[in-house]
């Protein structure tokens, strides 16, 4: 098994109106032993930006951990929160800073701009950018998401519409992979709301 | 004069020589073809590797006061990829008989069914049932002359003869054990934990049947190449009968269900 494949990780994100959601499965394992059901893949970078970060666990953490610490100086310096662009950027700059020795992460970004656009892109572990304006996944069950995610997405869903299809796509999905699965949790994030919702999953 | 019988002394070969023209055959010094391959010491092991699945699976089988249960998931995995939450891992060799599937699918299918064929056979030649013993040293014997050939079997064979039930572990390494419980596959080690602790000898079938059943939820919930559904199958005096097939995803609500958050703590946390 490959080194994405040791820790298992399923992740997707997808655009609606005016809103995106992005979710992940809850399992952390070492590779077919199942450690945790309740692990966080998604982290809050600000009120309109979320990250996730599939592959290995431990290079997620400490990415993210980075990440959240070059925020927090951005929002010092410029007294204003990062617009999610910009936000790409620097995570693919990250990235790419180890070239010759990579985190064995991908990341999915989503955020909604200034004018409340969303936007959702990805990105491989040196950082090659992915944009989408529909949706994008990442992580062990990323061949079964691309599939679920194509044939269940609409443009403009409102977000109740848009929370059932992530579901729907983010269970069928890791339903067939071994890796990842044991629940789900869904971010529908919109310019006045959070909605964090766990999802009860096949725990196999 | 009377010719003796030096059979014996000739060295065993691994295949089974045709029997047409036997004299002339037997009378060559045994020789075995050498493969067109640059890495002579590693070919056989690579081919191993290549066909070899992993044997991604939780099968159990366990005998108490009323018989035997036999119970196993229903997960089939390539790598990491599920190519199946359907698949029937306990094979039904004849009325009396079952077997549980570990390993490559396509291996124990078919040795199942070949040892099938040999104890009906046996049961036609002999007019009597083989016992459980005789059947599993026959799948014993036959994976024993294909040891490094790349079968992947781990299997039990568990059935009820003349001398009460009996309880085999039989591996393509050529390995045959006798016991009272055994647990094969990737999730073993889970259904392990909870066999060992629940088990006792005089259980009720129903119970027996319960502790089978919670095992390999147990294995499927830890373990991520078994899932699917849990069958458990009990074999008494009258043969085996299938007890339960259930969805483990629904199984695992039903020992852990959900609790609602109180939305009091919430609250009482962000004053304090």
Not at chain 2, 172 to 178: A, D, N, P
Not at chain 2, 205 to 217: K, Q, S, T
Request: aromatic residues 10%.
């Amino acid at each position: 098994m490959s080194i994405f494949e040791y820790n298992g990780s399923a992740l997707v994100a997808m655009v609606g109106k005016d809103c995106f959601a992005i979710a992940s499965d809850r399992r952390l394992g070492v590779q077919l032993q199942t450690i945790a059901t309740d692990f966080q893949r998604i982290s809050k970078i600000h009120d309109m930006l979320y990250v996730g970060l599939s592959g290995l666990a431990t290079d997620a953490q400490t990415l993210y951990q980075r990440l959240a610490f070059r925020h927090k100086l951005y929002q010092l310096r410029e007294e204003r929160n990062m617009q999610p662009e910009t936000f790409a950027n620097l995570v693919s700059a990250l990235l790419y800073e180890k070239r010759f020795g990579p985190y064995f992460c991908q990341p999915v970004i989503a955020g909604l701009g200034d004018d409340n656009k969303p936007f959702i892109c990805t990105m491989d572990s040196i950082g090659a950018k992915e944009l989408a304006k529909d949706f994008v996944v990442a992580g062990t069950a990323a061949e079964s998401l691309y599939g679920a995610c194509e044939s269940m997405y609409k443009p403009d869903m409102e977000p109740e519409e848009l929370f059932e299809t992530v579901s729907q796509a983010l269970l069928s999905s890791v339903d067939r992979d071994c890796l990842s699965g044991w629940g789900g949790q869904v971010y529908v994030v919109s310019a006045d709301q959070v909605i964090i919702r766990t999802l009860k999953g096949r725990m196999d | 004069m009377m010719k003796l019988d030096f059979s014996g002394l000739e060295p065993a070969t691994l295949h089974q020589l045709p029997n047409d023209n036997m004299s002339d055959i037997l009378s060559q010094a045994p020789s075995f073809k050498l493969p067109n391959d640059t890495d002579f010491d590693g070919f056989q092991k690579a081919a191993v590797q290549m066909v070899k699945p992993a044997k991604g699976t939780t099968t159990l089988a366990f005998i108490f006061k009323e018989g035997i249960i036999v119970a196993a998931d229903s997960r089939a995995s390539m790598g990491g990829y599920i190519s199946s939450q359907s698949v029937k891992k306990i094979i039904e060799i004849n009325p009396y008989l079952l077997g549980t599937m570990a390993g490559g699918a396509a291996d124990c299918q078919f040795w199942h069914r070949n040892l099938g064929i040999k104890c009906r056979l046996h049961e036609l030649a002999n007019k009597r049932r083989i016992s459980v013993t005789g059947a599993s040293k026959l799948l014993a014997n036959i994976l024993y002359s294909y040891r490094g050939m790349g079968l992947s079997i781990g299997t039990m064979i568990a059935g009820w003869d003349e001398t009460g039930p009996g309880l085999y572990y039989v591996d393509s390494e050529g390995g045959r054990l006798k016991g009272t419980l055994f647990s094969v596959g990737s999730g073993s080690t889970y259904a392990y934990g909870i066999l060992d602790s629940g088990y006792r000898w005089d259980m009720p079938v129903e119970e027996a049947g319960e502790l089978g059943r919670r095992a390999i939820y147990h294995a499927t919930f830890r373990d991520g190449a078994s899932g699917g559904v849990a069958s458990v199958y009990y074999v008494g005096p009258q043969g085996w009968k299938k007890l339960s097939g259930d969805d483990v995803g629904e199984l695992h609500y039903n020992y852990y269900p959900v609790t609602e958050n109180v939305v009091e703590q919430e609250m009482a946390e962000g004053s304090a």
